[in-house]
């Protein structure tokens, strides 16, 4: 399932390894009264043994939030078994709950049982609103570990909405894999979106660009065009709320939407292990080297950006705001309208190993 840019559409993606001729939803409040038709597309690895892949999209609309639904997916040739999804909806005191993890793989994947778990308890289903995961994935081996995956993690994202950002072993054959496997809702390669719920606007993007250049420079070129125009027009329907938060005095101000940036190596981190964001002037934050080209934190910075999360690195950490390397806590309350971003890693779903420096 994956939030289809609405709370009254979602999104169902599947894959087969045969072609069934059909990609069908049956679906309903009580039983499987309704249905559904979308697209199917051939996906083929691009390894040695050229594997095939049959990928399903339809899309459900005019759900009615906070009702609850069974479906199950596929078409005359055989059909999946049978799950259940609650449509989003609004909390009675406003707002929605987002559970976000990164890291979480084939490997090690210290918080799939828990995850598993809740999902079919069905917790997550009337508790957590969307679920969105920053990468860790390898996509070699004909696609296998990316099948496999799937299947772990089939009992969480049949169940609640499961939104993704791209990470760095998701690389293989330019990020093929993920871009066939996942739908996420205004784009057509999931590499780079963005959406509104509630009070917040979500952009996720790809880091990746800014490391495996060996497949150009025209994506990245391409994804810092979007994100400008993305947060420019994001800016100017904030402008236009602030000011007629000026103007009703009765304005909550709780009400202004934040904007939320999703990527998965970080700018900023306090691990030992050299990775990028441990640098002076790492790319994500300050671009490119020697030209600076395709810089995000001034970017982010400049349009208002409040919450950048952030993977990669399997450890948790908030952080104080900040913005050129400057921390801004000198208040009491350094996290009530702060002047610059906050950066959370959530890159812990995975096993991690604890030293003398994490605890």
């Not at 009580?30 to 399903?56: C, M, P, Q, W």
């Not at 920053?134 to 070699?140: D, R």
Request: charged share 20%; with cysteine.
């Amino acid at each position: 399932l994956s939030y289809g840019g609405d709370p009254s559409t979602v999104w169902i993606t599947w894959i087969t390894f045969d072609d069934t001729y059909a990609s069908v939803v049956e679906y309903g409040t009580k039983d499987l009264e309704r249905n559904a038709t979308g697209d199917t597309s051939l996906f083929i690895d691009g390894g040695s043994k050229k594997s095939k892949r049959y990928v399903h999209r339809v899309r459900l609309t005019e759900l009615e939030p906070g009702t609850t639904y069974v479906y199950h997916v596929g078409s005359e040739y055989g059909w999946s078994p049978i799950f259940r999804f609650t449509a989003l909806q609004e909390r009675p005191e406003g707002g929605y709950i987002y559970a976000v993890y990164g890291d979480l793989g084939n490997v090690n994947a210290r918080s799939l049982g828990k995850i598993q778990q809740q999902a079919q308890r069905g917790d997550l289903a009337y508790n957590l609103d969307t679920r969105i995961r920053i990468f860790k994935l390898k996509f070699q081996d004909d696609g296998q570990f990316g099948d496999q995956f799937g299947r772990q993690i089939e009992p969480v994202a049949a169940y609640v909405p499961y939104m993704t950002v791209v990470g760095n072993h998701e690389e293989a054959y330019n990020f093929s894999h993920f871009v066939n496997r996942y739908t996420m809702p205004n784009s057509d390669h999931n590499l780079f979106y963005s959406f509104d719920l509630g009070a917040a606007h979500f952009i996720a993007f790809s880091t990746e660009f800014y490391y495996f250049t060996n497949y150009g420079w025209q994506q990245l070129a391409k994804q810092w065009e979007w994100l400008n125009n993305d947060l420019k027009l994001r800016f100017i329907f904030l402008s236009f709320i602030y000011s007629l938060y000026c103007q009703v005095a009765n304005q909550n101000r709780d009400k202004r939407p934040w904007i939320i940036t999703m990527g998965h190596r970080p700018m900023y981190c306090s691990d030992f292990d050299e990775d990028d964001c441990t640098k002076y002037e790492s790319r994500i934050r300050a671009g490119l080297p020697e030209t600076h080209a395709y810089a995000l934190e001034k970017l982010f910075y400049s349009f208002g950006v409040d919450l950048e999360i952030w993977a990669h690195e399997h450890s948790y950490e908030r952080m104080w705001p900040v913005y050129n390397r400057t921390v801004y806590n000198g208040t009491r309350s350094p996290y009530v309208d702060p002047p610059a971003p906050v950066h959370v890693v959530t890159g812990s779903a995975v096993r991690i190993k604890l030293d003398s420096t994490v605890r």
